[in-house]
């Protein structure tokens, strides 16, 4: 009877837990949570903090399971807690995050552009088969339409897309359509080269990899014109950030 009441009472912790309630107010409204899902409408201010003091118990519970002392250590007090924090407001901060404000500029009148942009953003993402880091670039190209936004929202919608646990496959699609949301732009151009933990760090151990993706969207994908310069754009662009580099 004792132990049957204990157990009930581990089960109604569990059941109260931040974690726990976030996922009935998912299930209740059908909303997937899978690890590249953005689920940020569904937590209330402070729950990251609250996940945060969530996970550094199982996260010292994982390093206790791999037999390393987290009282004595030194460099291992404490890391179950970094662990969490590392998680939630960095390597899978896009999912706990809204998307980042893009301030929407007009573009029309006589003036107005109507030639191809294309911006080169830095990434940083996590494989969610190994939850190794994927470390590349994204070129993200688009011809005008009647909205602009600031050129460092590229860069920050495309950072937001890729702060989760993701394939390349699909952050490049999810770049692609973040970017037409918030441009109303239906030509889309989304490259992304990336060197990925899992291959370097375990299994083959492939030091030199590199994993393209290409995503083409519009006139980007049915105008050869178009994709021409969109990849010569990435051309002139790589050998830049190389000469950068040097």
Not at 77 to 90: C, H, P, S
Request: charged share 25%.
């Amino acid at each position: 009877m004792k132990n049957g009441g204990t157990i009930k009472q581990e089960n109604n912790v569990a059941d109260n837990s931040t974690s726990e309630k976030i996922k009935a107010k998912l299930k209740q409204s059908g909303k997937r949570f899978w690890a590249g899902d953005n689920i940020s409408e569904y937590l209330e201010e402070g729950d990251k903090q609250k996940l945060i003091d969530e996970l550094t118990p199982k996260f010292e519970a994982v390093l206790d399971g791999l037999v390393i002392d987290i009282d004595n250590d030194p460099n291992s007090m404490d890391t179950g807690r970094r662990l969490a924090k590392m998680y939630i407001n960095e390597l899978m901060a896009g999912r706990y995050d809204p998307m980042p404000k893009a301030t929407a500029f007009p573009n029309d009148g006589e003036d107005r552009y109507e030639g191809m942009l294309v911006v080169r953003s830095e990434l940083t993402s996590m494989c969610s088969h190994h939850h190794q880091i994927v470390k590349g670039v994204a070129y993200i190209g688009i011809l005008a339409a009647e909205t602009l936004i600031g050129l460092s929202k590229y860069t920050r919608i495309a950072q937001w897309c890729a702060e989760r646990g993701t394939l390349q496959e699909e952050l490049a699609n999810d770049i692609a359509r973040e970017i037409m949301k918030a441009t109303g732009s239906k030509d889309i151009g989304v490259y992304v080269q990336a060197t990925h933990g899992c291959v370097e760090n375990r299994g083959v151990q492939a030091h030199s990899s590199l994993t393209q993706t290409t995503v083409l969207k519009g006139a980007f994908k049915n105008e050869a014109k178009v994709q021409k310069e969109f990849m010569d754009n990435i051309k002139l662009q790589t050998q830049f950030s190389g000469r950068q580099g040097q």
